[in-house]
């Protein structure tokens, strides 16, 4: 850009030296025309690459969930954990592009007027550079590739949440199911500029659209499946025993979190669908105060799960320290472009406290969550949409956020998604079954849906 700007100005100088004056004066004319076009090509590509590396960070998040959700169940399942992530990035880019991305972004085409989108396959408008004029400077392929990468997060939490019992083929089903019509439905209802949008909610880049629409997923999925074999133990005495079942690697686990806080700049940060690093008060909007909210939200998270965890266990727990920070990371989700820095610590250490207190009542309750699934995604998820109307900035909202307006989007989304999610789970029981053999159970899912060993000559199966 500079160079540009350098080049004109001699051309300018020149023509001014050897031209007359009427002749250096056009000259003149056509260099500053030159200087004020030269920005708006610059910023299209600046904005439009950044949105792409944004994608790839975000598509980076799917190996994060994939060594999350490995390291933090038995090694008898390994190999079918990584095979549902692996498949559940395949199902969301192609569900989006044929159904997806028209439901959820119909711009002039809605089906039933700002509640279902446009049916029918993703296809650029005749410019090819975006759907809107509302739309930032990038093109409509760099717009959706972004989108898709968040189309199966959904899917994957449910993942998390079913792990270890249920059978390969319903859960794919599912998934496609949920992927392809609930969650661009909800998401059109904010992002395509449907009923919530108009009502007033906020939700910058998914603590409801994305997150807890995967966790009242995988809510109904628990509920319907039920625990693991040798979860919930009832002794003589009547009283039922809590027992742990240890995930098989939490150096996986660790590596899964630091991958998912690395995929969340681009989560977040390209949420702001520009490189803009920000203006007005505090740089509220901009990709630079949003890529410091995501990190402070997720460190205060860390701290408040730990602090909790080690006074309510008397031990340091580093599973409910890496949930820790992704609670942080959820809860900062809604409102990471309009929350101060002190407040994006407030949210994160909150979410950090709700995480464990969360886990312990599901457990309680006796809705097996194998990795935290639902206390992370679904009740964090919650609380960051709410904290958007608590700490949120007023000027940058600009009439948005209200508390009362998180609330009813909250409950419109979950109104629509527990349901949906309960009622695919439970045709998919009914008829062709979602759990699997009790002897598949105890051997692994590894040996018994897929005929192989994630550690080959190294593994030891148990029936535990």
């Not at 948005?400 to 409950?411: K, N, R």
Request: glycine share 14%; charged share 10%; net charge negative.
């Amino acid at each position: 850009m500079m160079t540009k700007l350098v080049a004109t100005a001699t051309v300018v100088a020149c023509a001014s030296t050897a031209l007359g004056q009427e002749d250096a004066a056009e000259a003149v004319e056509a260099a500053t025309e030159a200087i004020t076009l030269a920005p708006v090509t610059d910023r299209f590509v600046i904005d439009n690459l950044w949105l792409l590396l944004a994608a790839a960070m975000v598509f980076l998040m799917h190996l994060g969930f994939a060594s999350l959700e490995s390291g933090l169940t038995r090694a008898k399942n390994t190999v079918n954990i990584l095979f549902k992530n692996s498949a559940i990035i395949a199902i969301g880019l192609l569900t989006y592009l044929f159904i997806g991305f028209n439901l959820m972004y119909p711009g002039e085409g809605w089906l039933l007027e700002n509640w279902i989108g446009a049916l029918g396959m993703a296809t650029p408008p005749a410019d090819g550079t975006g759907m809107t004029p509302d739309y930032g400077a990038y093109t409509y392929w760099s717009d959706f590739i972004f989108q898709a990468m968040f189309a199966a997060t959904a899917a994957t939490i449910v993942s998390g949440a079913v792990a270890e019992r249920i059978k390969l083929g319903p859960f794919l089903i599912f998934s496609a199911l949920y992927v392809a019509i609930i969650y661009p439905i909800v998401g059109s209802w904010k992002w395509g500029y449907g009923f919530l949008d108009d009502l007033g909610f906020y939700d910058f880049a998914g603590s409801t659209i994305v997150h807890s629409v995967g966790g009242w997923g995988a809510l109904a999925g628990v509920i319907v499946l039920g625990p693991r074999l040798g979860k919930y133990v009832k002794r003589e005495n009547g009283k039922v025993e809590i027992r742990p079942l240890m995930g098989h690697s939490m150096p996986l686990a660790a590596i899964g979190v630091f991958l998912l806080w690395f995929g969340w700049f681009g989560f977040n940060g390209g949420s702001v669908l520009s490189a803009d690093p920000g203006g007005g008060e505090y740089g509220f909007k901009g990709v630079s105060l949003v890529f410091v909210t995501t990190s402070i939200a997720a460190a205060a998270g860390i701290v408040g799960a730990m602090v909790t965890s080690w006074v309510w266990t008397k031990q340091p727990d580093l599973s409910m320290t890496l949930n820790g920070a992704l609670a942080g990371l959820v809860g900062i989700t809604a409102g990471a472009d309009v929350i101060s820095v002190p407040n994006a610590a407030i949210i994160g250490l909150v979410a950090g406290i709700i995480v464990v207190l969360a886990v312990t009542l599901l457990d309680r309750a006796k809705l097996d969550d194998p990795v935290g699934a639902i206390s992370v995604h679904l009740v964090c998820g919650i609380w960051g949409t709410l904290a958007v109307g608590i700490f949120g900035n007023a000027e940058a909202l600009d009439g948005a956020g209200g508390l009362l307006d998180q609330l009813i989007g909250i409950g419109a989304v979950g109104a629509i998604c527990f349901p949906a999610a309960l009622l695919f789970f439970f045709i998919l029981k009914v008829t062709i079954g979602l759990r699997v053999p009790r002897e598949e159970e105890l051997m692994g899912l590894d040996v018994g849906e897929h005929g192989m060993e994630a550690y080959a000559g190294f593994q030891i199966f148990t029936t535990q």
